[in-house]
């Protein structure tokens, strides 16, 4: 048993942090916010230089080799820096989703493209009735010869406007019959497939609603088998859920860092706020949750590398716990710098926004503990 | 990083478990019994020397006083398996836990000879004469005074909240042998017996009922010049290395005791409202649902914060934060599960601890009680806050 990084995972960390505080500086970050793509694509391709888009994949197809637990790594790190990044999209959502159903030979064909950044993936999910769950993928897709045709509307897909594919999750059956989900890969230049963005609260995070007018997707597309998608969804979802929730850790902790370092610094009636309880225990209370997001996290991490039986139960607990964390460290961040906090100017509130993406995408809290009640047959 | 036990490490944990099959049954359990009631002294006594028998006991300490010399993770595997077992808790906390890994490591070769076996067999228990009427969070501003006279000590004051000071033969007490003014460096650490003539202990009866402290009264108690442990003016130090392993292993067992509470409170539950198991709870329903998942979540938190701990005492680090943090989350997280399941009972929360009619016979309540000591005891929340504020995030002194 040892529950820390290896010495090439700490190693890892510092060349991450430095590259960051060079690249996505918050003067480059409010750059990127005010732009319309939201995207730097240099920035994208000197990450793939340094392997970040290559590390959970198999090394046949172009990966690392390396598991969620040295993303995890890289992702805190990115969270610290509130950097605007397709990563979680691409390696999150549609290639972990790729990775844990995908064909050999669907694997082979897109996971290469992945890992050296040169593609961009994204999953599409959630409809109008914002829903989490298999009960929210309503949209149907009709079987026409050797293809399916698609016909509907998604919504808050991540990076969309980047993406060149996006694995979009239809309903193919009632639910009674299996999950009744289908997974299909979609290349985003189909005809009929059409993306609007949409303004996101955090603008270092775009998504954008993606219309799909009788699209043809050729039947040798589907990932996990039709009507058995919902299953691999949901364990790409769960790596997901690690990699996320390992992002709002680098959110809470740095926000936690600037608190720490105002309250040592700022005085009123002659003595650094960080004097007065009222201050110093909020701080206090930030700690506690940073490190305990952290710990689940980790432990996420390695339960879904090692793909053990609990590995559900510990990414949704990570994810519910991660969530509530980020948002009160960041909302209690601007407390404790009171005005400045809430100007645009001070970078909080990118933090602030950050955290609240996070807490929300892919199911907050109140979803994720009813999985965890579920989990142990309350 | 690795979750999973090492081969020797399972072994390890399968022989434990194997033996508390084959012992518990006529050991009896009551994991959630008072821990100052007369009858459970002398049941918890035995149990523990059956424990040090089979070599459970302090297995982390070094053999040649009785121990195992293993690591800190076989003391962990006991206490978890130990926990999860439903196991009686062993009597001498305060030995195992403060008084022996003190005495380990500031004690002389005598002390040690003399002191560490009676911890673990349990022959001779231990209690702890920290606090005082008027220094509870303020420790160092403590005023039982010691004052050698020739080659004794001689001792005057008063300690209080003393769990086991009734049945204690030995105390770990904390004196001035300096002035006041000097604090921390006029502190001095000495080891007391506590049948020697001037040792007065009355019980402390809690809001519970129940009196698992007692008050200490010393006046001019004797204590020989060899019973010192560390140097006169060190106390402070000596405490330190005391508190520290008071912290490290809560950080442990703390978050096993939470686990064990949880699983009896899902229970509670099920015999409450019947297991819904669909999901769908409505209403009130689903609010106990997200509070009962919260709190599982909370004590999964502890267990990782305990284990990365752990990891760095492993790897030689100085002790990180998690101490002070699972300490600080326990007693929030034990309290609100002890209002939770009040909640769960309805109406019969309103029952004493006794009442036939009561739930589990009113033990919840009784614990419900209790759990308001545990942001007091073993450091305030307040001063857990402070600490981790000053200490760990380098914020400036609130006093």
């Known amino acids: 048993m040892d529950f820390g990084f290896s010495e090439e995972q700490d190693l890892l960390r510092g060349q991450a942090r430095d590259f960051l505080d060079k690249q996505s500086a918050p003067s480059a970050v409010r750059t990127l916010m005010a732009s319309e793509s939201g995207h730097d694509p240099a920035l994208w391709s000197r990450m793939a230089d340094l392997g970040w888009t290559a590390i959970p994949f198999p090394e046949q197809h172009g990966g690392l080799g390396l598991g969620m637990v040295d993303l995890t790594v890289v992702l805190e790190e990115m969270g610290r820096h509130v ?161 996320i929730s390992a992002e709002l850790c680098g959110v809470a902790q740095r926000a936690m860092e600037m608190s720490v370092e105002y309250a040592k610094t700022r005085q009123q009636f002659g003595r650094p706020i960080g004097s007065y309880q009222a201050v110093s225990h909020k701080c206090a209370d930030m700690l506690v949750q940073v490190e305990s997001a952290k710990s689940l996290t980790y432990y996420a991490a390695w339960a879904v590398d090692e793909d053990v039986p609990e590995a559900p139960l510990a990414a949704a607990m990570a994810k519910a716990y991660a969530s509530d964390a980020a948002r009160s460290v960041t909302a209690n961040a601007i407390q404790v710098h009171g005005g400045i906090g809430f100007t645009w100017e001070h970078d909080m509130h990118l933090y602030f926004k950050r955290a609240k993406w996070g807490e929300t995408m892919l199911g907050d809290a109140v979803f994720h503990r009813e999985r965890v009640a579920q989990a142990l047959e309350l | 990083m690795d979750f999973s036990l090492t081969t020797e490490q399972a072994r390890f944990r399968d022989e434990l478990r194997a033996w508390l099959r084959d012992n518990l049954a006529d050991a009896q359990s009551a994991p959630m019994a008072a821990m100052g009631a007369e009858d459970g002294v002398e049941r918890r006594r035995s149990w523990q020397r059956r424990v040090y028998e089979a070599g459970y006991a302090g297995v982390a300490w070094p053999k040649e006083y009785g121990g195992r010399g293993l690591s800190l993770i076989e003391s962990m595997i006991v206490m978890e398996e130990m926990s999860k077992a439903k196991a009686p808790d062993m009597i001498n906390v305060i030995g195992l836990n403060m008084a022996g890994p003190t005495i380990i490591h500031h004690g002389t070769p005598a002390q040690k000879e003399r002191h560490l076996r009676g911890i673990l067999d349990a ?38 909240w003393t769990t086991l000071g009734h049945v204690a033969k030995w105390c770990i007490l904390l004196t001035r042998t300096g002035s006041a003014d000097e604090k921390h460096s006029g502190l001095t650490y000495l080891i007391v017996d506590m049948k020697s003539p001037g040792v007065e202990v009355k019980p402390l009866v809690q809001m519970t009922g129940d009196a698992e402290f007692n008050e200490i009264y010393f006046t001019d108690v004797r204590v020989p010049r060899e019973n010192l442990l560390g140097g006169v003016g060190e106390g402070w130090r000596v405490a330190m290395t005391t508190l520290m392993h008071e912290r490290a292993t809560l950080g442990v067992a703390l978050q096993v005791r939470s686990r064990i509470a949880f699983d009896e409170l899902i229970t509670l539950v099920r015999a409450a409202h019947g297991a819904s198991g669909d999901g769908e709870a409505e209403g009130e329903g689903a609010l106990v649902r997200q509070k009962l998942a919260q709190l599982y979540i909370d004590t999964e938190a502890m267990r990782c914060n305990g284990y990365r701990g752990l990891t760095r005492m492993l790897r030689g680090e100085t002790p990180g934060p998690e101490g002070s943090i699972n300490k600080l989350m326990w007693s929030e ?67």
Not at chain 2, 142 to 156: E, H, K
């Open chain 1, 83 to 243: 950097t605007p990044s397709p990563l979680l999209s691409s390696v999150g959502l549609a290639g972990m989703t790729l990775l844990q159903g995908g064909s050999e030979e669907q694997q082979a064909g897109w996971l290469p493209g992945l890992c050296d950044g040169s593609v961009i993936g994204t999953v599409a999910m959630v409809e109008q009735s914002g829903r989490w769950d298999a009960r929210g993928v309503q949209m149907p897709a009709s079987r026409k010869g050797d293809s399916y045709l698609l016909r509907g509307e998604k919504l808050y897909v991540t990076d969309a406007h980047l993406a060149d594919w996006m694995i979009v999750a239809v309903r193919t059956a009632a639910e009674e019959s299996g999950d009744g989900v289908t997974l299909l890969l979609v290349d985003t230049s189909s005809p009929g497939v059409s993306v609007r963005p949409v303004k996101s609260m955090d603008q270092t995070r775009r998504m954008a609603t993606v219309s799909f007018d009788d699209v043809e997707v050729p039947a040798d597309r589907v990932v996990g088998g039709e009507g058995r998608g919902w299953s691999v969804l949901r364990r790409g979802l769960d790596r997901t859920l690690v990699a």
């Open chain 2, 123 to 160: 022959s001779e228990i231990w209690c702890q004469g920290f606090s005082e009427p008027n220094s509870g969070s303020d420790l160092a501003s403590l005023q039982t005074r010691a004052v050698l006279d020739g080659d004794d000590f001689v001792v005057n004051g008063q300690k209080v």
């Open chain 2, 333 to 399: 997280v034990n309290q609100r599960l002890m209002e939770t399941a009040l909640e769960v009972e309805g109406p019969a929360g309103m029952l004493a601890e006794g009442e036939p009619s009561a739930p589990d016979g009113g033990r919840w309540t009784y614990q419900f009680l209790r759990s308001r000591a545990n942001s007091i005891e073993g450091g305030t929340s307040e001063v857990l806050r402070n600490i981790l504020a000053e200490r760990v995030l380098g914020l400036p002194r609130s006093r």
